[in-house]
């Protein structure tokens, strides 16, 4: 039987490797444009391509926003295919954003998809919604504990109008009370400390997504209590989407320590001969973080 090495374990290498930058490889059809390169299969796969190439040595993780390759269909899928493989070759952690959720039966077959090491879209890991239950969610986080890969799962968006929804307060459960958001990332965090060895582990595997634009708390999560391993947090939403850098820390308090902290456009938009100067200062700025 091989053994594999849990998502959380690479994240903390990558962590303490490279930072805690992930550079977001979103392939607009204004930024193909501006990098002079085809709006089709071809151009996202170049864009793809260089971008993993800018960010190799210089961060430890990328996340491809699948939407831009979809656009293209099977060709934007075969570029994708490449992109993923040279970006994992390059010993980048690289997370699927393919936001995902169904039943829990579908939700295991993009699983299988997106993070199953024979799949040629595998990657390390993959953002999914829970909006069907925690339990819909609970195969797919078996599954990926078993491959060794991460669950990244929505919980409080950049984007202004999910607030209605994501502070919305959950009735008849055993988590009645709690928003939305709140009983995601408590329930993520549930589950990562009932994990065998958790007691050993600075990460959990199951991650949340937590915009950069938004309070936590606001959303009824609760940032105060420290606990152990650690939830993952990916957090876009910083530069084009008007979150700032330096506000991140203290916003996501006792979270803070699990921070990704992810920026596609305000990166990508320094094309092609600026991306990998881009990509360095950013790195240096979130290094200098307090996290
Ligand atoms: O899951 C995500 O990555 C995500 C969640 C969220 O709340 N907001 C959000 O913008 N994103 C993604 O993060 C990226 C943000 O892009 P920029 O605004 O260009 O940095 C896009 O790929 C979005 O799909």
């Not at 998502?7 to 930024?31: K, Q, T, Y």
């Not at 040595?57 to 293209?72: A, L, M, T, W, Y």
């Not at 393919?98 to 299988?112: F, M």
């Not at 708390?217 to 330096?246: A, H, K, T, W």
């Amino acid at each position: 039987m091989t053994t594999v090495t849990a998502f959380g374990d690479r994240l903390e290498a990558a962590f303490a490797a490279r930072g805690r930058l992930c550079v977001g490889i979103d392939p607009h059809a204004w930024l193909l444009d501006e990098w002079r390169l085809p709006d089709s299969g071809a151009g996202v796969r170049e864009f793809g391509l260089r971008v993993v190439d800018a960010a190799a040595g210089r961060v430890g993780i990328v996340k491809p926003q699948v939407s831009f390759f979809e656009r293209h269909g099977s060709a934007g899928y075969a570029a994708l295919e490449r992109v993923l493989g040279l970006a994992r070759e390059a010993g980048l952690l690289v997370i699927a954003d393919v936001k995902r959720g169904d039943i829990g039966s579908t939700v295991e077959a993009y699983g299988q998809a997106w993070l199953s090491p024979s799949s040629p879209l595998a990657a390390d890991a993959m953002t999914i919604y829970a909006y069907q239950g925690l339990g819909s969610i609970e195969g797919v986080m078996r599954q990926a504990e078993s491959a060794g890969a991460g669950l990244f799962v929505v919980a409080a968006t950049s984007n202004p109008e999910a607030a209605a929804i994501q502070q919305a307060v959950l009735q008849g459960s055993s988590r009645e009370g709690a928003s939305v958001a709140g009983a995601i990332v408590s329930g993520v965090d549930a589950w990562n400390r009932g994990r065998d060895g958790a007691d050993e582990r600075a990460f959990g595997s199951v991650g949340v997504v937590l915009g950069a634009t938004i309070v936590p708390e606001e959303f009824g999560i609760d940032v105060s209590s420290d606990s152990r391993p650690r939830v993952p947090v990916l957090v876009p939403g910083i530069g084009f989407q008007g979150g700032e850098l330096r506000d991140v820390p203290a916003r996501l308090g006792s979270l803070a320590p699990g921070a990704i902290l992810t920026d596609s456009r305000g990166l990508l938009a320094a094309g092609p001969d600026g991306i990998a100067d881009a990509i360095a200062r950013r790195a240096d700025e979130v290094g200098a973080l307090d996290v």
